[in-house]
């Protein structure tokens, strides 16, 4: 959803990877995250957050990853900020 951000320090622009874990899959805790989404104050408790440029996913055994609804590799998978790889064009602003 446009305008949508999940925490105040994610930002498309900052040249960083958000890395967003999430504790456990109960009902309380994807709760949690999605009064987050819809702007209540955080509850840290139910997830851990990094920002980094480079992460590794690794698992025992080894998993499927999705990613944007398309089928990426198994596990392990490291992926890293590429800065400026996407140029973007947006119309010019109306005054």
């Given at each position: 959803?446009?305008?949508?951000?999940?925490?105040?320090?994610?930002?498309?622009?900052?040249?960083?990877?958000?890395?967003?874990?999430?504790r456990d899959t109960?009902?309380?805790?994807?709760?949690s995250i999605a009064?987050?989404?819809?702007?209540?104050?955080?509850n840290r408790d139910?997830?851990?957050?990094?920002?980094?440029?480079?992460?590794?996913?690794?698992?025992?055994?080894?998993?499927?990853?999705?990613?944007?609804?398309?089928?990426?590799?198994?596990?392990?998978?490291?992926?890293?900020?590429?800065?400026?790889?996407?140029?973007?064009?947006?119309?010019?602003?109306?005054?």
């Amino acid at each position: 959803m446009p305008g949508l951000a999940l925490l105040r320090e994610i930002s498309v622009s900052d040249g960083l990877l958000d890395v967003l874990v999430v504790r456990d899959t109960s009902i309380g805790s994807a709760l949690s995250i999605a009064s987050i989404a819809a702007g209540h104050p955080v509850n840290r408790d139910a997830f851990h957050h990094w920002q980094v440029r480079e992460v590794t996913v690794t698992s025992d055994p080894p998993q499927h990853i999705h990613a944007d609804g398309e089928m990426w590799e198994d596990t392990p998978l490291t992926v890293q900020v590429s800065p400026a790889a996407v140029g973007i064009l947006t119309p010019k602003a109306v005054v």
